[in-house]
């Protein structure tokens, strides 16, 4: 038996060796292609993740600047309305201290002041926001501002009617007026004119 054992052994190994040799090229190209369909497949999935990660910080990026143009926007809306306040504040201090009472008086520099102080921090944000033609403009309107109340408290009620001062006054105006237009990207055909 010990024969007929070995014999079967030699048989089925010479099958088993048949069998690999005809089958051994399919299985080589099926082996090589899933190894290739495997390696792809990784590479796909590195390129999806680069993919993913570049829109993430493109869109990171895009958002800080619509962020920060927003701040910018925002600050810049702010100090041109509190500009507004102390143009209507100021106004009504030459009549208080021409024909008014001292209590009037008083309450007119009173609003003045509230107007500037709120004027003074809108200010403050929109330079730390902002390019330096708007804070250039910002202080220059703010020293003539100053300037003219100062005058007008001390004695000389006329001085914003004063042609000069009104010249300076439009001027410094349009300044912040036109320095924040541009800060916002907003394009006009014409300058502004003089108030």
């Not at 190209?29 to 829109?55: F, H, P, R, V």
């Not at 309305?81 to 008086?105: M, N, T, Y």
């Not at 804070?135 to 100062?150: A, M, N, R």
Request: contains cysteine.
């Amino acid at each position: 038996m010990n024969a007929l054992n070995l014999l079967y052994n030699f048989v089925f190994l010479l099958l088993g060796g048949l069998i690999v040799y005809v089958l051994k090229p399919f299985f080589g190209s099926y082996s090589a292609k899933k190894g290739e369909n495997l390696a792809t497949k990784e590479d796909i999935a590195q390129i999806t993740k680069a993919q993913e990660d570049i829109k993430a910080q493109i869109s990171d990026n895009v958002w800080d600047r619509q962020e920060q143009w927003k701040l910018r926007r925002d600050s810049v809306i702010e100090v041109i309305r509190d500009i507004s306040s102390v143009r209507g504040a100021l106004s009504h201090v030459p009549g208080a201290f021409k024909f008014g009472s001292v209590e009037d008086q008083k309450e007119k520099s009173t609003q003045f002041y509230e107007c500037f102080s709120r004027f003074f921090c809108s200010k403050f944000v929109a330079e730390i926001v902002t390019c330096n033609d708007l804070t250039v403009s910002l202080d220059e309107f703010q020293q003539l501002v100053g300037k003219i109340f100062e005058e007008i408290i001390n004695g000389e009620p006329e001085a914003l009617r004063d042609n000069a001062n009104q010249r300076a006054f439009a001027e410094k105006t349009n300044a912040v007026l036109r320095a924040a237009r541009k800060e916002l990207g907003i394009k006009t055909k014409d300058d502004l004119s003089l108030f």
